[in-house]
């Protein structure tokens, strides 16, 4: 009875406070991201649905170019001003795919759920893709994404081969055996060397999983990961969650391959947009130090409880916008992410967390991640087996908010770096030229590859626009 009478309480809070998503307007030619502090006023967009189509608009524009997706990015990286956009999501099809070879070949702008939806059909699932499926495939190539794959790492592991279009409108394949200078500049290269316009994916066996969680001190956590987790195969998925505002503890959580009979039916997630109880939720813990305790030691033990067996492709295909909040206009949600060597974690988190609270940033979850080393993309953020932080916070609108942020993102990027980590380039657009070149080192040779390619400074974004000298 306790159980439900909680469960009562939250839905009444719900009820009483909720409200209605607020729909920005949007002005004509002005690109945004998803955390709307980015308004880019572009020449105009294109919305391309044949290869052709980009290659006549690469050829017939001599000024700056831009490209974007699914629009996740979150500090201008997919436009700048007066540029031509390419707006990659009508350009969505699936191109071929073999079952024996477990591989697929799609357009560039088509989203994971669409891929996944049609792979599912096959009994099989994506190797290696960020939490949510609205992302397009192209995107999420062009900044390397990881996720919460055991034993796997940055995406490029997962590709077999690209076709990009070059500044010059060349049409190119290029894999890890071919033009391997072009394959791994592209990917993880935030659309500056060309336009990924097609990609082919090494796929999986889709399985049964079933969850399992635990809860320790921060501290336990390394010698736990490494014990129990580290080179467990049965487990598919896994990630920590750092409760704030104290961050001494933490949440293990884990999906592993079983044969048990399916406590969820449904192959993939709903896609009805329902998602008022998760909006509620983050907005509780978003609001106070008391939702942060709600969250802790009310909603989370109620949500953890038992241990769900579902397909591996449910867990593939979540929505963002549950996570989106009832209104962008004096605050907003945004992510942050540093990459450590996974045996600096000890050293590492300590000087996260005391930048944290002595700038008194609003933190709703930070989630620890493992990535394999990185096979060699030139812009890598994972130059050695890694542990990702990614932080999960509100934050104001206003310049003043906005110089805040810059404050303690520097001194995050800085305690990264002192445990020669790095930091993950869709974000906020906040590290300096110096922090930028020593967390990427070779982004001098990127550079390189990109003048070699794009000679002409065509494929621009903010952050171009930030540290590339022609």
Not at 259 to 273: A, H, V
Request: aromatic share 12%; with cysteine; proline share 3%.
């Amino acid at each position: 009875m306790q159980k439900y009478g909680q469960l009562g309480i939250c839905y009444f809070l719900l009820l009483l406070f909720s409200c209605s998503i607020d729909n920005a307007k949007q002005e004509k030619n002005v690109i945004n991201d998803i955390t709307q502090l980015n308004p880019i006023k572009v020449k105009g967009i294109i919305t391309p649905k044949t290869s052709f189509e980009i290659i006549n608009a690469i050829k017939s524009h001599n000024g700056p170019i831009s490209i974007g997706g699914g629009r996740f990015s979150m500090g201008g990286q997919i436009a700048t001003e007066n540029a031509i956009q390419i707006d990659m999501r009508k350009f969505n099809g699936i191109i071929s795919f073999s079952k024996a070879q477990e591989e697929i070949t799609v357009q560039a702008g088509i989203r994971w759920r669409e891929l996944i939806q049609f792979i599912d059909k096959h009994n099989l699932s994506v190797k290696i893709m960020q939490t949510y499926a609205n992302f397009t495939v192209g995107g999420s190539l062009s900044v390397n994404v990881h996720g919460r794959y055991v034993g796997q790492g940055p995406i490029i592991l997962s590709v077999k081969r690209i076709k990009i279009i070059l500044a010059n409108g060349d049409f190119v394949m290029a894999s890890a055996t071919e033009n391997q200078d072009i394959f791994y500049a592209a990917i993880g290269g935030y659309g500056g060397i060309g336009v990924i316009a097609e990609v082919t994916l090494s796929l999986t066996d889709n399985c049964k999983v079933e969850r399992s969680d635990t809860v320790m001190d921060i501290k336990d956590y390394y010698k736990y990961f490494t014990s129990t987790i580290r080179n467990n195969g049965k487990i598919v998925f896994h990630n920590a969650d750092i409760y704030p505002n104290s961050y001494d503890e933490i949440r293990a959580i884990s999906y592993s391959k079983t044969n048990k009979e399916l406590t969820i039916k449904n192959r993939l997630k709903p896609n009805d947009g329902n998602f008022a109880l998760n909006r509620f939720a983050i907005k509780t813990v978003s609001s106070s130090s008391l939702g942060k305790w709600i969250r802790k030691t009310i909603l989370n033990p109620i949500y953890y409880q038992g241990n769900p067996v579902e397909w591996r492709n449910y867990e593939a295909t979540y929505d963002i916008k549950e996570l989106e909040p009832s209104s962008r206009k004096t605050s907003t949600y945004v992510l942050q992410e540093y990459f450590v060597p996974v045996d600096q974690f000890n050293s590492f988190y300590p000087k996260m967390t005391k930048i944290l609270k002595e700038n008194k940033v609003n933190v709703m979850n930070i989630s620890i991640r493992h990535a394999k080393q990185d096979p060699g993309s030139k812009l890598a953020w994972a130059r050695t087996e890694v542990f990702a932080f990614v932080i999960y916070y509100k934050q104001g609108v206003t310049d003043k908010d906005k110089k805040k942020v810059k404050k303690w993102t520097q001194q995050l990027i800085n305690a990264s770096l002192s445990q020669n980590g790095s930091y993950y380039l869709p974000y906020q657009i906040h590290a300096t030229k110096e922090q930028f070149l020593k967390a990427y080192p070779n982004a001098e040779e990127f550079f390189k590859l990109k003048k070699k390619y794009d000679p002409h400074y065509k494929f621009r974004n903010k952050l171009f626009d930030a540290y590339y000298q022609q």
